[in-house]
């Protein structure tokens, strides 16, 4: 029986994943290499470092501590630029009424994204009020694929992780929810998130219908 839906945010609820795509991608592009939507993959649900450590595997460059910072920062700016212009209408459709359909029926409803700047983005979309918890990758030491965040998310919503569902469009974001003991709804292709225990191609598909099938 489900009773917590948990979100993941980049991909899930908005298409900010695009927004990270572009940004290593013009990193990528300074370090002399092209990033494909393929390789892209493994930089969804990671944290930041851990995205920059997949790029520079991918150029085979070795850096310091202190330049990998410094390359982090670049990307976060590129990132942040893009986000600050996001409006409301970006949310994807359905996905504001899904959260509202949830909350009324009387589902709890928490957003786990390991981004740093998910607060922002959500003050953008005018969504912050909309969860009953948010965490972040702030909040937590071992980023998706490492349960962490879910079990959190679990915990400040006072549900036990066999009665949460989690909602990711990332393959670490599935094992995440998977390790957390918890149901998850893969947003994306079947090919990609195979170990989802449902896969849809858009989150505003789902319906508060289906919580008592899956
Ligand atoms: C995740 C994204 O939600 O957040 C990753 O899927 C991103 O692509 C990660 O790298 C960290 O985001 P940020 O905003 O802290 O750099
Ligand atoms: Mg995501």
New binding site residues.
């Given amino acids: 029986m489900v009773k917590a839906c948990i979100f993941?945010?980049?991909?899930v609820i908005v298409d900010t994943?695009h927004y990270?795509f572009l940004a290593w991608k013009r990193l990528a592009n300074e370090l002399g290499f092209n990033l494909t939507e393929t390789d892209n993959e493994r930089?969804?649900?990671?944290?930041?470092l851990q995205?920059l450590e997949i790029i520079l595997e991918l150029a085979g460059i070795t850096l310091s501590d202190h330049e990998k910072e410094l390359l982090a920062n670049k990307k976060?700016t590129w990132?942040v630029d893009y986000v600050e212009r996001m409006v409301p209408e970006e949310i994807f459709p359905g996905v504001r009424k899904l959260i509202q359909d949830l909350r009324s029926a009387g589902i709890k409803v928490a957003l786990a994204?390991?981004?740093?700047?998910a607060k922002t983005v959500i003050q953008l979309l005018h969504i912050q009020n909309d969860f009953d918890a948010v965490v972040d990758?702030t909040m937590i030491a071992h980023s998706k694929p490492d349960p962490e965040i879910f079990l959190l998310a679990s915990t400040k919503l006072g549900i036990p992780p066999s009665e949460c569902l989690v909602f990711e469009d990332?393959e670490a974001g599935v094992e995440a929810a998977r390790a957390a003991g918890m149901k998850c709804v893969g947003i994306g292709s079947h090919d990609q998130l195979g170990k989802a225990t449902k896969v849809i191609a858009k989150t505003g598909e789902f319906t508060v219908a289906e919580l008592s099938r899956i």
């Avoid at 993941?8 to 991909?11: A, I, N």
């Avoid at 930089?43 to 930041?48: A, E, F, H, Q, T």
């Fill in positions: 993941d945010l980049d991909g994943a990270h930089l969804k649900g990671v944290s930041r995205s976060n990132f994204s390991s981004s740093k700047n990758g990332a």
